[in-house]
């Protein structure tokens, strides 16, 4: 009689199947060993970086040359990154983990017209593994760019129909179900893209999913049509007339039996009262005894159908501006109205953007036109006014920071920059390409360039640059992971780079007190408010903690970064000026932060392989000592 073979034997007869490789056995075992129930399931497939990754250490490099700095002593510093977004996400993780307030991001669609590469190969139509390979390259980026968010963070992803539910499910899995906000539909294509099977498609998505319960949504400027409606004005503000009477959700008497009491209208005199009232918490109502005037009548909040409805206030906070309330009559009914102010923050955003400007065509590409002239230098650029809108609906505040990984054309920044000019804000953006066809150096930099600087359109008008702003322009690099004396020393010296974004810190001083810097034993960056001093030959930390004691810091602490083997940064060696400095042990640092989302090494792999091994065989040996089957 034949059985049903458990999962259990399958491994077993895996052990022993001959032809597959360590890594074939492992990922089949992997397999049957799963339990997900829901979800995305895909075949995942080995990326380049990700295995070059395994054996090195990305850093952040400074290309000095390419920084455009601001004489506004207090403009923002913005961050361009040339490099393949997975290194640059990797090194963000020890610089900006839980910093940033806002990721806006706007990948490849997948749409199969070799847009988008995979290990330097074009993905086409015609690729198998299309959404497998979109799928898992985008999963390792997201699974980092989470770890970036501040738990207030906000992540906004625009993507069309190609891949919209994969990645809904994606982000789903990511962030959790329970932190997705909205599916926003932007109509960026007025005049629409012709499909073959006959629509004409106008829109593309924005998802928006928060880091945790803890955000909040931002406002939107009121459309003209919302003005419209506050078209009276009082010594507060506009405003309009809203029936006293709530509606929709929560706007039954029994959702709120308080809230249902009664108002006396006085026709004659246009007057309102509510007579004295006791609440009956046993009939969850309130009882009265008022003698009418008379030209007196009782009304209560039920809809013109008799609905038991409840009135917008409270009882309290309803007599103290019952002197507000207008009333009118209809149909032989009363009505009451108060005024409802406009918000001047704007208002809620909406799941549907149709404003002119969210056009692609009409203003991203005419943009760039105004920017670079007629050359065509990048297909279908994000409208700045939907990545304003965007970063707005996310709440941006007015000194967050905004990462966009996948820049493209530079829409992001620019985004950013007008908005700082707008109203005097402090915004700071990471942007993050890669450099193919030079789009990195001659697009995304020489855009935004271009806008800190200023520039003529191809009709000769003349653009005021937004010169309240610094760029500067960083590319990936890498250290072997392996823990040598010399790659530590050599870690920690390119990763000074990487210090100064972390400290937001950049200006480099040739002193520090009365000893002349010597950049092979330190270097120290002082603007005044802010000090860090980054120290690659340990022995001389008692010439410098005796230096530090004859410092004056401005009541700030001194940020030490020490070149340290192991994690001991010198404490003992500067404990009489402990009070003054905070100390950082290098690269252990670095390689706290790294750990958590580098992909595991070779030799590590091997090792769990082994040990899963391991475990097939003592669970093998453990059912055999029962004398059963399986």
């Known amino acids: 009689m034949s059985r049903q073979i458990n999962k259990t034997e399958l491994i077993s007869k895996l052990q022993t199947l001959e032809g597959l490789t360590n890594e074939e056995r492992a990922n089949l075992i992997g397999l049957l060993r799963e339990h997900k129930k829901y979800g995305l399931v895909w075949e995942d497939k080995p990326e380049d970086v990700e295995e070059r990754l395994r054996e090195q250490l990305p850093v952040l490099c400074e290309v000095k040359d390419k920084a ?3 004489d506004s002593p207090d403009a923002p510093n913005h961050i361009l990154i040339e490099g393949d977004n997975l290194e640059a996400l990797t090194a963000l993780s020890y610089t900006h983990e839980g910093k940033i307030d806002v990721i806006y991001i706007d990948p490849p669609y997948n749409t199969g017209a070799k847009n988008w590469k995979y290990n330097n190969d074009y993905v086409d139509s015609e690729d198998d593994f299309r959404h497998s390979k979109w799928i898992g390259w985008l999963k390792r980026r997201l699974l980092i760019a989470r770890r970036l968010l501040k738990d207030t963070g906000i992540i906004v992803a625009t993507i069309d129909d190609y891949e919209i539910a994969q990645l809904r499910l994606l982000m789903d899995s990511i962030f959790r179900e329970d932190n997705y906000l909205a599916t926003v539909v932007i109509k960026n294509n007025p005049s629409g893209r012709s499909t073959v099977r006959g629509f004409s498609v106008n829109h593309e998505y924005a998802l928006f999913y928060s880091k945790s319960e803890k955000s909040s949504l931002g406002r939107l400027s009121h459309s003209d049509e919302q003005r419209s409606r506050y078209s009276e004005k009082d010594n507060i503000g506009y405003y ?7 509606n929709g959700t929560d706007s039954d008497r029994k959702d709120r039996p308080k809230q249902y009491y009664p108002i006396i209208v006085n026709e004659s005199e246009n007057t309102l009262r509510i007579p004295e009232l006791q609440w009956n918490e046993l009939t969850k109502s309130y009882t009265f005894n008022a003698t009418l005037l008379g030209n007196e009548q009782i009304i209560w909040p039920n809809s013109p159908d008799g609905t038991e409805k409840v009135w917008k206030y409270g009882l309290e906070r309803t007599r103290l501006i019952i002197d507000q309330i207008l009333i009118k009559k209809k149909q032989g009914k009363y009505e009451l109205y108060r005024k409802k102010y406009i918000n001047d923050a704007g208002s809620l955003p909406r799941t ?11 203003n991203g590409t ?5 920017i670079f002239g007629p050359v065509k ?6 409208a700045p006014e939907a990545v304003k809108d965007s970063l707005k609906a996310a709440n941006l505040k007015h000194d967050g920071l905004i990462l966009d990984f996948f820049a493209g054309s530079g829409t992001t920044l620019h985004a950013t920059m007008q908005l700082n000019a707008e109203d005097g804000g402090h915004r700071q953006c990471i942007l993050v390409t890669n450099n193919e066809n030079n789009i990195c150096e001659e697009v995304t930099y020489e855009r935004n360039k271009r806008v800190i600087n200023g520039y003529t359109t191809p009709k000769g008008v003349e653009v005021a640059g937004l010169k309240a702003n610094t760029l500067r322009y960083y590319k990936t ?13 050599d870690l920690v010296a390119a990763a000074t780079d990487m210090l100064c974004i972390k400290e937001d810190l950049y200006k480099e001083q040739k002193k520090f007190g009365r000893v002349k810097v010597n950049p092979r034993v330190m270097r120290y960056f002082s603007d005044g408010k802010k000090h860090m001093l980054v120290v690659y030959r340990e022995e001389f930390v008692d010439e410098l903690a005796a230096e530090i004691s004859n410092m004056d810091f401005g009541g700030a602490r001194l940020k030490i970064y020490i070149f340290s083997p192991g994690r001991y940064a010198f404490d003992d060696n500067f404990y009489e000026v402990r009070d003054n400095v905070q100390l950082v042990a290098l690269p252990a640092a670095i390689y706290d932060a790294y750990v958590k989302v580098l992909p595991k090494r070779k030799e590590q792999l091997l090792n769990e392989e082994k040990k899963e091994e391991i475990e097939i065989a003592q669970d093998l040996f453990e059912e055999q000592e029962k004398g059963g089957e399986a």
């Open 377 to 382: 230098v990048f297909d279908f650029p994000k």
């Open 240 to 246: 309009e007339w809203e029936n006293f009477r709530k």
């Open 352 to 362: 549907w953007w149709d404003k002119a400007e969210y056009s692609a065509r009409d």
């Open 477 to 489: 690099d890498y250290i072997s992971r392996d823990r040598t004396q010399k790659n530590m020393r």
């Open 366 to 370: 005419r943009v760039l036109t105004n």
């Open 68 to 70: 455009i700095v601001s």
